[in-house]
C-alpha cells in the first residue's frame, strides 16, 4: 500500500510565498515522475509542476517563474516552492507520482488547501 501525505498549504496575503510538501511511504520499489496538481472551485483539475527521477521539471505556463519543483529522492519527498501568489492560485493541489511497488501504478494525495486572499 503506497500512501502520499501533502503539508504545507494554507491562507496567504497575495505576492506571499508557501511551501508544499509531499512524502511517499509504503511497499516503494521505485518512484518515477512525482509532481503537483491543482483544482480550483468549478474547474477541472491541472498540471502545475512533473519532476522526473533524474530532476528533469515541467511547468505550467502560469506559474513559470514563481514556482519551484524539487525532489529528495532518498527520502521520497517532492516540494513545491510557490511564490508572488495571486488569488487565482487559489486552489486545493494534489501531490501526485507514479509509483512501482509490485506493480506500477499511478498515486494521489488527499489534497491541501491553498488560499491567496488579502
Known amino acids: 500500500q503506497v500512501q502520499l501525505v501533502e503539508s504545507g498549504g494554507g491562507l496567504v496575503q497575495p505576492g506571499g510565498s508557501l511551501r508544499l510538501s509531499c512524502a511517499a511511504s509504503?511497499?516503494?520499489?521505485?518512484?518515477?515522475?512525482m509532481g503537483w496538481y491543482r483544482q480550483a472551485p468549478g474547474k477541472q483539475r491541472e498540471l502545475v509542476a512533473t519532476?522526473?527521477?533524474?530532476?528533469?521539471?515541467n511547468y505550467a505556463d502560469s506559474v513559470k517563474g514563481r514556482f519551484t519543483i524539487s525532489r529528495d529522492n532518498a527520502k521520497n519527498t517532492v516540494s513545491l516552492q510557490m511564490n508572488s501568489l495571486t488569488p487565482e492560485d487559489t486552489a486545493v493541489y494534489y501531490c501526485?507520482?507514479?509509483?512501482?511497488?509490485?506493480?506500477?501504478?499511478?498515486?494521489w494525495g488527499q489534497g491541501t488547501q491553498v488560499t491567496v486572499s488579502s
Open positions: 501526485n507520482a507514479v509509483i512501482r511497488t509490485m506493480y506500477t501504478g499511478n498515486y
Open positions: 509504503g511497499s516503494i520499489s521505485r518512484i518515477y515522475v
Open positions: 519532476i522526473t527521477g533524474d530532476g528533469t521539471t
